[in-house]
């Protein structure tokens, strides 16, 4: 079974938090987490709704997502 939108969004939250975990510099890590808060509510919208509309930003200036584990 593929992947929902809310299944990805909440794996790109997931790898906004390890980074956030790894991340040294104070305000990178903030950011990722408010990245991480973005996803999951872009999830919980997207669960709610039939039509998925825009995602936030990916994280691709700390580069690319790695899919989360299955």
């Given at each position: 079974m593929a992947p929902t939108p809310d299944d990805d969004c909440i794996g790109y939250a997931r790898e906004c938090v390890r980074l956030a975990g790894l991340a040294k510099d104070p305000e990178l890590r903030d950011q990722l987490l408010n990245m991480a808060r973005?996803?999951?509510?872009?999830?919980?919208?997207?669960?709610?709704?039939?039509?998925?509309?825009?995602?936030?930003?990916?994280?691709?200036?700390?580069?690319?997502?790695?899919?989360?584990?299955?």
């Open positions: 973005e996803w999951m509510a872009t999830a919980m919208h997207e669960a709610k709704s039939p039509n998925p509309k825009s995602w936030p930003a990916q994280p691709a200036s700390i580069g690319v997502p790695i899919p989360p584990e299955r």
